[in-house]
């Protein structure tokens, strides 16, 4: 039994051993003469039974190689395969086989101090190749001074002599940042190599190849696998406002310093890039902003006003003024106001108002004013008003007024009025215009043309005391439909037609029965347009239904005549009803009566 127990702790530790091994430590043996680099690691793979990860633009995979290794690990061989430029590391089952960076260089000069300033340079490299590199960042964060390196990669910085040390810290797209120590006491030309960001597009997997390892590799890798790097830069510095006011330079500043923002009491600028902050105000967020021109900052914490633009790349907060446009890369909390166009990349709380058009790419929540239209690419909750559109691309709660037409993508909680139309998906709330729209309805619609996708359909044909035929189309909810009606007589010596409006409500609703009221008010023409015969009616109508979109019809109604009319036109009727209805005198041109209508109702 002691046996037993020894030979199994062995087996358990020898296990553990096992699991432990790291990939470049496993063992493996090949032989291959010119072939394609890509097939060789491909068999090292399948034997460690882990994945080579590389970027195709530094590891050429169709280069032939040539190979003798017989039980050594991953690591020697793959220094066999790679010189001294590579190294290789371990991420999880990956080996990514990189190149190395190259090493930073410093060259000190004979020490000259200015007065007040002293000046920095140097050239920015690449760590892989050793290529110089245009267009980088050189900042120091504490003086937010920078300058851009040249076509040549070459830069120069000038810092102050107050601060016994910088901190310079280089910036590229697509680069790690890298901060290099400078001292005032010194002059230094500096060789700065920066880091690519490591992303590989190209994944090899130890089941891509299952022949025996002595047959050469002729398949084709699959790289459906890739890992790519995004590129996270502000919103802000992609809209064609900013590219058109903020110089080249200064936009290629902000796209390689990135996320990076410092905090500042104050600025005053007369244009983009020529401000207290010189090209490095696109980085700081200001408590205080006073744009002449127009300025281009990292956002405002207090108070912002310009003469014409404001541009920032984060947040706004709590009172922001121009007198053309603003453009906010982030949220904007407190009063925005614009003589044109307000635009909003993140959510607004507060009060917004433009000359135009105020654009939101979040939430709207508060007051909202655009002289033509609002356009908010979520929800709202508040207020909004414009003189012609109003958008909601979410959740609405609250009010949109406006003089054309009003949309809502999503449920409509509050109220619309619109001089055209209203459009919501879900109305909960109240709307109204000459023609509403929705696709479902719990609400109520009061308009001449109430149009629900899923809601109340009725076609009615029939005929009442007064007109030989009669049609109203019914739309809306069960609580509140609207009506389009009509009707004729083509009885000889007692024509007439009539077209008008009503509403109505169905208050019961069964499988066979259904009860309704609804109101209406028709005009008649007797031949002559220069007459006002209008007549009004209020029908109680019970339904009995035959079938799925089927019914019949009828029931009682009263009526209210009001005519100015005295004389006979043609075949035209004068007396309505024409039969003996038991009518009642009002004052003036008006009179009443009892009547009735019947017919079916379709849908």
């Known amino acids: 039994m002691r046996k037993l127990g020894l030979v199994l702790a062995i087996l358990l530790a020898l296990q553990g051993v096992g699991r432990a091994q790291s990939n470049l430590s496993k063992t493996v043996s090949i032989n291959m003469n010119r072939q394609p680099l890509a097939d060789v690691l491909e068999i090292i793979s399948n034997q460690g039974n882990f994945y080579f990860s590389y970027n195709s633009a530094f590891v050429r995979r169709d280069s032939l190689v040539s190979i003798s290794a017989s039980g050594k690990t991953v690591q020697q061989v793959l220094l066999q395969l790679f010189n001294s430029q590579y190294e290789f590391k371990e991420s999880g089952n990956y080996v990514i086989i990189k190149r190395k960076p190259l090493q930073l260089t410093i060259v000190t000069k004979p020490v000259t101090v200015a007065d007040k300033y002293y000046a920095v340079n140097g050239y920015i490299l690449d760590a892989d190749n050793g290529v110089k590199l245009s267009d980088a960042s050189v900042y120091e964060k504490d003086q937010l001074v920078s ?57 090899i997997s130890p089941e891509d190849y299952f022949l025996p390892d002595s047959t050469v590799a002729q398949k084709q890798l699959d790289t459906s696998a890739i890992r790519a790097y995004r590129i996270d830069t502000a919103e802000v510095d992609k809209r064609w406002f900013t590219r058109f006011f903020v110089s080249n330079k200064t936009q290629k500043q902000s796209g390689n310093i990135g996320n990076w923002f410092a ?131 979410g959740y609405t709660a609250g009010m949109q007024v406006s003089g054309v037409f009003n949309f809502a993508r999503q449920k409509l909680q509050g109220v619309q009025v619109a001089g055209v139309a209203n459009y919501c998906y879900h109305n909960k709330g109240l709307q109204i215009s000459v023609i509403n729209i929705a696709d479902t309805s ?98 109680v109508n019970l339904h009995l239904r035959i079938s799925k979109g089927f019914a019949i019809y009828g029931g009682p109604s009263i009526n209210f005549y ?33 009547g009735w209508h019947a017919g079916i109702a379709l849908f």
Do not use: C
Not at 444 to 462: A, C, D, Q, T
Not at 567 to 586: C, L, S
């Open 562 to 594: 009001y005519s100015d009319q005295t004389a006979k036109v043609g075949e035209y009727a004068i007396d309505v009803p024409r039969n003996g209805y038991g009518k009642f005198t009002m004052d003036g041109n008006w009179r009443g009566w009892g």
């Open 442 to 539: 719990d609400g109520y619609s009061i308009g001449l043309i109430n149009f629900v996708r899923r809601g109340y359909h009725k076609l009615y044909l029939g005929t009442d005391e007064t007109l030989q035929g009669t049609f109203s189309i019914k739309s809306g909810n069960r609580k509140l439909y609207s009506m389009l009606i009509g009707g004729m007589n083509w009885e000889p010596d007692n024509r007439m037609y009539s077209f008008g409006y009503g509403i109505g409500r169905e208050w019961v609703s069964t499988r066979h029965f259904a009860l309704s009221t609804d109101a209406t008010s028709q005009y008649l023409y007797l031949g002559s347009m220069d007459y006002l015969n209008l007549l009004n009616r209020f029908n």
């Open 147 to 203: 300058t851009l390196s040249n076509s040549s990669g070459y830069f120069n910085l000038r810092l102050k002599a107050k601060y016994p040390q910088a901190a310079l810290t280089v910036s590229k797209e697509l680069y790690e940042d890298t901060t290099v120590l400078v001292n005032a006491a010194q002059k230094a030309e500096l060789n700065i190599s920066i880091v690519p960001l490591n992303f590989y597009d190209v994944v």
């Open 263 to 393: 905090q500042k009491p104050f600025q005053v600028s007369i244009i983009p890039g020529l401000s207290t902050q010189g090209k490095m105000s696109g980085q700081v967020v200001n408590n205080f902003s006073l744009n002449v021109f127009g300025g281009y900052t990292g956002g405002v914490k207090g108070f912002e006003i310009a003469g014409f633009f404001n541009i920032n790349k984060k947040d706004v907060k709590y009172f922001q003024a121009s007198g053309m446009f603003n453009l906010t890369g982030g949220n904007q909390e407190g009063f925005q106001a614009a003589g044109i166009a307000n635009t909003v990349l993140g959510y607004t709380k507060g009060f917004q108002v433009a000359g135009v058009s105020n654009y939101n790419r979040l939430n709207m929540h508060g007051f909202q004013a655009g002289g033509v239209f609002n356009y908010n690419q979520a929800g709202i909750k508040g207020f909004q008003a414009a003189g012609v559109y109003n958008h909601s691309g």
